[in-house]
């Protein structure tokens, strides 16, 4: 069966600083990967999908990047963390070409000081 | 621009109950609709998706329905439990990679 892992849990960073959070998913080949963010009270947005290794697509313009080194590995990243980005992110995947069911990752709660 | 609405955001009730959770999207135009089920703290679960040339879906004491024309989904929970409560979320695919997520109803079942 699948499974997918998100690291750290949860997260406290000064502002400036930077961030690095990873996803994995184990048990499928080639899948479609997203980053989500859910802040207090809103939906879920979208912030980065990605069909394959080094395929990425941004959906809304902000300070974070995110990159797929491996297939099956999916990394969200800022040089320089604001207040702004603060938030519940959320890693996801389904399966590439067809497969409409999106699955969740535990989450990271970041909270930037 | 599709936009995902959930009415009401909150809604408490006695165990047993049968109770709906609306969905409403402005845009027809969808590929599918997905409901999932959100723990505080946690991930998101999937609960029932629902192709957009499908009417329902069933799960359990779960039915999600689908009307694409009127741009609106309801699930269904029959006899709720206290095991029920959390937040429930819908989503509709508007792109070939596009998911758009409404604001959740928090569902709380008292004992």
């Known amino acids: 069966s699948q499974t997918i892992h998100q690291w750290p849990a949860t997260l406290v960073q000064p502002v400036g600083s930077p961030l690095s959070l990873e996803c994995t998913v184990e048990g499928t080949s080639n899948p479609n990967l997203y980053w989500y963010r859910q802040a207090a009270g809103r939906g879920l947005q979208l912030l980065f999908y990605?069909?394959?290794?080094?395929?990425i697509s941004s959906e809304v313009p902000q300070n974070l990047s995110a990159s797929r080194p491996q297939d099956r590995q999916f990394i969200l990243s800022s040089k320089k963390l604001l207040l702004s980005d603060s938030g519940f992110y959320l890693c996801a995947w389904n399966i590439a070409g067809g497969g409409d069911t999106q699955y969740f990752g535990p989450g990271t709660r970041l909270t930037v000081l | 621009k599709q936009e995902v609405t959930q009415i009401p955001a909150a809604l408490s009730v006695p165990e047993g109950e049968n109770l709906v959770l609306n969905c409403s999207f402005t845009d027809s135009a969808i590929y599918n609709l997905q409901w999932f089920r959100q723990d505080p703290g946690k991930g998101l679960t999937s609960l029932l998706l629902i192709q957009s040339s499908q009417r329902e879906q069933t799960s359990g004491r779960l039915n999600a329905s689908l009307d694409k024309s009127s741009g609106r989904s309801t699930l269904y929970i029959a006899a709720s439990q206290p095991g029920d409560s959390a937040t429930y979320l819908c989503a509709v695919r508007s792109g070939t990679y596009k998911y758009i997520f409404g604001t959740g109803t928090r569902l709380k079942v008292l004992a």
């Open positions: 990605s069909v394959g290794i080094g395929q």
